[in-house]
């Protein structure tokens, strides 16, 4: 079956650093998204993984373990308008040929001061 | 440049009603998604279509269909509405099989 599991919410200080952990099973596997989707918005695109190891993109880095089936979102230098949802999405293979992307529920970020 | 435009945006339908949702991208993708976003369940793809003249089922396709009958568009129905049926739908469009830009959602309630 089809499983993605984040934490449900976590709450960060701004200017520091959180990590949001996504794991997975899924009867296939095709590469790792994240998506940011503010509240009442549209999910976003904020990196994708398919081989192990790290991908920076400016304050945001994703990191894949395929062998684990885990990955992380890291944000760096957190600011008030990182408070969001962010998304884990595994692509994998549709019974009648090609992908689709599984979703998991979403972490919501809560950024203090 | 637009990117992908959903209409409409908000919609309260009675039970047993008919709608069509209205999904249009300017980036002349071929891949085009219909997806619902309710509580604590994730986003979950309704239909899908990978080019003009074609559509495919996703996870969770009782109660609606689509067509493609244009590149740029992809409409999702709803035959005959239920209380089952009030979520968030949000259109996406790809090229190929990469990064899936959304649409800014239509809220639907079913009463």
């Known amino acids: 079956g089809q499983n993605i599991d984040q934490p449900t919410e976590m709450t960060a200080t701004e200017g520091a650093i959180v990590q949001i952990n996504c794991t997975y099973q899924?009867?296939?596997?095709?590469?790792l998204f994240w998506y940011q989707q503010h509240a009442g918005e549209a999910p976003t695109f904020l990196s994708y993984?398919?081989?192990?190891g790290l991908e920076e993109k400016g304050r945001f880095s994703s990191f894949l373990s395929r062998s684990k089936g885990y990955s992380y979102l890291l944000l760096k230098e957190l600011q008030m308008k990182d408070s969001a949802s962010y998304l884990c999405?595994?692509?994998?293979?549709?019974?009648?040929?090609?992908?689709?992307?599984?979703f998991g529920t979403g972490t919501q970020l809560k950024v203090e001061l | 440049n637009a990117g992908v435009t959903q209409t409409p945006k908000f919609r309260v339908l009675k039970t047993g009603q008919s709608m069509t949702l209205l999904c249009a991208q300017d980036?002349?993708?071929?891949?085009m998604y219909w997806y619902r976003q309710d509580p604590g369940m994730g986003l979950r793809l309704i239909h899908y279509?990978?080019?003009?003249?074609?559509?495919a089922k996703g996870e969770v396709p009782d109660g609606y269909n689509v067509s493609r009958l244009k590149k740029q568009n992809f409409l999702l129905g709803l035959e005959s509405a239920a209380p089952s049926q009030t979520s968030v739908y949000f259109c996406?469009?790809?090229?190929?099989?990469?990064?899936?830009?959304f649409g800014a959602g239509t809220r639907l309630s079913v009463l």
């Open positions: 899924t009867s296939g596997f095709n590469g």
């Open positions: 996406a469009s790809s090229y190929g099989e990469n990064i899936q830009y």
């Open positions: 279509s990978v080019g003009e003249g074609t559509t």
């Open positions: 993984n398919v081989l192990d």
């Open positions: 980036m002349n993708h071929e891949y």
């Open positions: 999405a595994v692509r994998d293979p549709l019974t009648g040929g090609g992908n689709k992307l599984t």
